[in-house]
């Protein structure tokens, strides 16, 4: 490390330079703010120049207090390695940094509190470097607030790091003439949109790297395409981990590639969920590479349903590398000699050669054999005759082969060159027959011998007890039966031996020995093993050495006689020491000083004694600390025990710590406040001290944070109340815009929230001073309360000259009093017909005439009705299509009510039309008819009928088209003129970015490339309209000559509710009407015949032809077959009437 020493003729240079380019103008101001931050107040040293545009040249020199390391350089920045007193930094000194930058970050920037803390907890690089300033670790926290008082820092880097860059990777995306993220408002919008989404910080540093156009969309745009994706189907965690894996999908629209992805997979049966399960947010996807992948598995030849089994047996073909494992495969087989045509066939019979351990199989197969010296053609034979084989299986490296079957190179090679087979055996096993035997062998006696302790066969336990017993049957045999002749039950050493297994992995001797040690040594019985069996398992020396310590404390006294066997040897020395510390505090029987009743008055036999159970022992250090201390005992009533009280200390706590109030909670970062002071604070001491201090602390920061609320809050209220007196102004004057009149009603909306909180803290505090204070009326109310509660009270009635003050009684009387009045002799209530009928709706009415019409077409009647040979629908369609051109009284309404669209934009000025503006405004004036939204009736029907799509998709009112004169009365944006619709659907950029949305032809050049092709396609539709002289007038579409007619209009609204269907039929106007009807319903097999009558239900004997009596009655006999119509047509064609 070296010190780089500052002089101060260098730094006038640099300065003198710095003014003459802030004269010439050759940098702007906050470009100046951001260079002198780099040059003095960032921990970093750029080692190339900073050169201006007259060539005068700047050196980045660094503060004389950072050091830098020689060795390391990323990109022209020497990075700081250094920390405090050149020492590894400490986890409080880092704790002290972190909580620096986030009141700086909060506090001083304004930023939102959990910003703030997730970029001072996760930027570890940043927090290094800024602790290289500082000298003096004890004194961390003051000196870097003075640093940050003084010396503003770029805040992206924090920023950047905190989302997961690597330090290294976002120099390049640090802005050139930013400091301040406050600057870039669009980034922190776009960021905070991404959060509140459900995507991972860490993963926005990767969005930020590789799509930063996400970071620049205007307020809302984000949003909206992340619902566009919701809209498509897909679930909100399955659109976060394709936005983090493919962020480009959220530049510019949807990704073409991706909706051909997502409808050829549903095509092959997945639901757009499952792609969700398989995206990695660690991984690209390719969707053109996926495309291809599928187009190629299309050309070997799988079917949807082949292609569906095999990505759900292998999804990883799309998923990892978008397919690319399938080309690494088809060019590996390409290099072996294989044709296209073989590769497809090899593909198609043998699915599983696709996935990537296949693959990969495949290739260590074809190393392995070229390896131990095997020619291309011998290669490209033996993988191709045991392909699937090969791929099945993974090999070893050939020298682990060669070393483990004791052969050389050449040998190896001849026996696979023999035998191709032998590739498999030799590469992937191992001659462990002889080792098998011996272990299957083992394996049995051991199993029988547990099968004979007891354990159930296939269960658990024995599963579990095998790995536990190491040896031989017979060996674990002799071991048991070494414990039973020592003296220990067969069943009791069974259950020594399900406890403590390791007991069977020692030899005899050892068993022996340690059983001895036990019983003539140490002076135990043998049952001390049933109690604590592990006793077996511990070394010898471990015994003997714990049984010494033991013997020389018995011996002083400090520890009890005939301690068990698992005090002494299980627990740690830290515990054994302990207890014998216990022992010797209890024998020493010291006490506090008691108050109350010491001695209680037991019952036993008929006997009352008195006998101290309740006790508090301490030791003398207590007495030392606390000289004062004291013993309660509480009365005990009916209990044998006192509850007891130990009192160190007379202590007052004072007063509650703070006042709080409800709001509070509802306020942004209080909350994280709270839980930040309390998890992050450190305290040393008693709990008690703990707690008071914590809340000490807490109190600190909520007066600061309340205080800075406050201030916010006052000056919003300002800003508020301007805003919102600014727009009324304007409203006086002129009807607000729609975005004008949403600011205002949000401006109203903030100041009622703000005065919201304010009344619940004036209503707080009234509580708490009514119930400390009280109130000098509250007497008198009291009084006025009880005197209504007196007066409204029924002490009694009078009930047939008699006073009644029972109460059973007067409720009786009561409810006797108001049954009678609000009883009804009569059950039948009478009743008006249409009573409640407000309006008849149109449906119903329309119906209604249309039945009537139908009686009387098939009837001759209104009254009588008969069978209808037609259905309705089709009675209604032109003739051409079949129908009899009766007109639907539905479309001829609508057509007669169009027309006062139509008046109301030829008619000029007259009163109606003033009418209509002047109720229904010009909140929608760039649509075709001004219509107010909260309004209903007639206009509002007229209004909807316009927009109507018919069967071309198009609306009525897009018939209205406006001819331009002077274009001082066609609205440019919303009237139709150039197009068969408005210019506002049609380019719907260009309109979103007009500030001018009402304004003419007359008196009517964008930046993103939507909006430039918008521009040039309608610069080209402008280019060649036909522009006409005179006043604007408006034509009608629908017409050839332009004006608007009933019959045009209702045969428009006639297509959008009918489907054309094509007739043979030729309707000549000479013939009579009653003539073509007669041959319209032959001709769709609706005549009143025989047969037609029994499929509608009427009963008949006879179906034949009543004419001829030769065939069943249907029209086509009629017309055709029956010999009596043959005659008829015979004359017909002769000319005989």
Not at 141 to 168: D, H, M
Not at 300 to 320: H, R, S, T
Not at 570 to 576: E, N, P, T
């Amino acid at each position: 490390m070296r010190e780089i020493n500052l002089k101060t003729k260098e730094i006038f240079v640099g300065f003198v330079n710095l003014d003459m380019l802030i004269r010439n103008r050759l940098f702007s101001v906050s470009e100046m703010i951001a260079e002198l931050h780099y040059l003095f107040c960032t921990p970093t040293v750029c080692k190339n120049a900073l050169t201006g545009n007259n060539g005068v040249s700047f050196i980045s020199v660094r503060r004389r207090n950072f050091c830098v390391s020689e060795g390391r350089v990323n990109g022209g920045v020497v990075c700081s390695q250094a920390s405090v007193n050149g020492n590894r930094i400490s986890r409080v000194v880092r704790t002290e940094a972190q909580t620096a930058l986030f009141d700086y970050l909060h506090f001083t920037r304004g930023f939102h509190f959990t910003d703030a803390e997730y970029m001072s907890k996760n930027s570890p690089n940043f927090i290094q470097n800024l602790l290289s300033v500082v000298d003096n670790e004890q004194d961390v926290s003051r000196a870097l607030s003075k640093y940050f008082r003084y010396n503003p820092i770029n805040e992206f880097e924090p920023f950047l790091e905190s989302l997961g860059l690597n330090p290294s990777e976002y120099p390049s995306l640090l802005p050139k003439s930013l400091i301040f993220l406050g600057d870039d408002g669009l980034l922190l919008d776009n960021f905070h949109v991404l959060c509140g989404y459900g995507i991972p910080r860490t993963k926005i540093g990767k969005m930020y790297k590789e799509a930063k156009e996400i970071f620049g969309y205007e307020h809302g745009v984000l949003s909206l395409k992340l619902k566009a994706y919701e809209k498509l189907g897909l679930s909100k965690s399955t659109v976060i981990k394709l936005v983090t894996c493919c962020p480009s999908l959220m530049v510019g629209r949807i990704d073409h590639n991706f909706l051909t992805v997502l409808d050829k997979l549903k095509k092959f049966g997945f639901g757009n969920e499952w792609i969700g399960s398989y995206v990695s947010e660690r991984t690209t996807l390719d969707w053109d590479r996926m495309l291809d992948t599928m187009s190629f598995l299309v050309q070997v030849g799988y079917d949807d349903e082949q292609m569906k089994i095999l990505f759900i047996d292998n999804p990883a073909l799309l998923f990892e590398g978008s397919g690319k494992q399938i080309y690494v495969l088809v060019g590996q087989l390409l290099k072996l000699g294989f044709r296209m045509n073989q590769i497809y066939d090899l593909f198609l019979k043998n699915p599983q050669i696709l996935s990537s351990k296949s693959a990969k199989n495949l290739w260590s197969a074809v190393c392995f054999l070229a390896e131990i010296g095997m020619d291309a053609e011998e290669i490209t034979s033996i993988v191709a005759t045991h392909m699937e084989v090969l791929g099945s299986n993974t090999l070893k490296v050939p020298i682990t082969v060669m070393n483990s079957l004791n052969i050389r190179k050449d040998e190896l090679r001849r026996a696979i060159k023999k035998d191709p087979m032998e590739l498999i055996n030799l590469a992937t096993k191992k001659d462990t027959k002889a080792i098998e035997n011996q272990d299957s062998n083992t394996f049995v006696e051991r199993r029988n011998f547990l099968l004979r302790l007891g354990y159930i066969e296939n269960s658990d336990e024995l599963s579990k007890a095998l790995k536990k017993f190491r040896g031989r049957g017979d060996q674990l045999q002799e071991r048991f039966d070494c414990l039973v002749q020592a003296g220990l039950d067969y069943n009791v050493v069974s259950s020594m031996i399900k406890r403590a297994p390791s007991v069977l992995n020692q030899t005899k001797d050892i068993l022996e020995k340690k059983i001895d040690c036990l019983q003539n040594h140490l002076g135990y019985p043998l049952e001390a093993v049933v109690v604590f069996p592990s006793y077996l398992c511990y070394d010898i020396q471990r015994i003997n050495l714990r049984f010494s310590m033991y013997l020389w404390l018995l011996e002083r006294g400090a520890a009890k006689p005939k301690l068990s066997l698992s005090t002494i040897l299980a627990c740690s020395d830290v515990r054994l020491m302990g207890v014998v510390h216990f022992n010797l505090y209890l024998k020493a029987n010291v006490e506090p000083s008691f108050v109350g009743l010491v001695n209680e008055n037991v019952a036993r036999g008929g006997e009352c004694k008195w006998s101290r159970i309740d006790r508090v022992l301490v030791c003398s250090n207590v007495f030392n600390k606390w000289p004062n201390a004291c013993v309660r005992a509480l009365h005990r009533d009916l209990s044998d025990h006192s509850p007891l009280i130990l009192s160190l200390i007379d202590t007052n706590f004072g007063p509650k710590p703070f006042r709080w109030f409800d709001s509070w909670m509802d306020r942004p970062g209080c909350e994280e406040l709270v839980k930040s002071v309390l998890v992050g604070s450190h305290f040393e001491g008693p709990s008690d001290k703990i707690l008071s201090m914590k809340l000490k602390s807490l109190r600190n920061r909520l007066k600061v944070w309340y205080k800075l609320c406050k201030i916010k809050e006052d000056e919003d209220v300002n800003r508020l109340r301007a805003e919102k007196e600014e727009y009324e102004i304007l409203m006086e004057n002129k009807e607000l815009e729609e975005q004008d009149l949403w600011v205002w009603s949000e401006c109203k909306k903030s100041l009622e929230e703000i005065e919201l909180h304010r009344s619940r803290d004036i209503k707080q505090k009234s509580r708490v001073k009514w119930a400390s204070l009280g109130d000098e009326n509250t007497a008198f109310f009291h009084a006025v309360v009880n005197g209504r509660k007196a007066r409204n009270a029924i002490p009694g009635l009078e009930v047939n000259v008699e006073w009644v003050s029972k109460l059973t009684l007067v409720k009786k009387e009561v409810m006797r009093f108001f049954r009678d009045h609000f009883r009804e002799d009569f059950t039948h209530r009478p009743s008006l017909e249409c009573v409640g009928i407000k309006t008849v709706k149109e449906e119903d009415f329309i119906e209604c005439i249309e039945a009537i019409m139908r009686r009387f077409l098939w009837a001759g009647s209104t009254e009588e009705k008969k069978i209808s040979w037609v259905a309705w629908d089709v009675i209604k369609r032109p003739k051409n299509e079949g129908g009899l051109g009766v007109n639907k009284l539905q479309d001829i309404n609508e057509a007669l009510l169009l027309k006062w669209a139509w008046r109301f934009k030829k008619e000029g000025n007259c009163l109606w039309k003033k009418v209509v503006v002047g109720c229904h405004g010009s909140s929608r004036a760039w649509n075709m008819l001004p219509c107010s939204l909260s309004a209903s009736g007639c206009w509002k029907r007229i209004v909807k009928i316009g927009e109507k799509k018919i069967l071309n998709g198009r609306d009525l009112n897009s018939y209205f088209v406006g001819i331009v004169g002077d274009g001082s009365s066609i609205n440019f944006w919303g009237h139709t003129w150039l197009r068969n619709e408005p210019l506002r659907i049609k380019y719907p950029h260009l309109f979103s970015l007009e500030k001018q949305k009402l304004v003419s032809v007359a008196t009517e050049n964008p930046s993103t490339y939507e909006e430039v092709t918008e521009l040039f396609d309608l610069l080209s539709d402008i280019y060649d309209h036909q522009w006409k002289g005179g006043a604007d007038c408006w034509e009608w579409k629908g017409d050839k000559n332009g004006m608007y007619t009933v019959k045009k209009a209702k045969k428009l609204i006639s297509k959008r509710s009918m489907a054309v269907i094509s007739s043979n039929m030729t309707w000549a106007g000479w013939t009579p009407l009653k003539c073509k009807i007669m041959v319209w319903r032959a001709d769709l097999n609706r005549l009143p015949t025989r047969v037609e009558l029994v499929k509608r239900g009427i009963h008949l004997d006879i179906l034949s032809c009543p004419l001829c009596d030769a065939d069943l009655e249907t029209s086509i006999h009629l017309f055709t077959g029956c010999l009596f119509s043959s005659e008829i047509w015979a004359r017909v064609g002769s000319g005989v009437d």
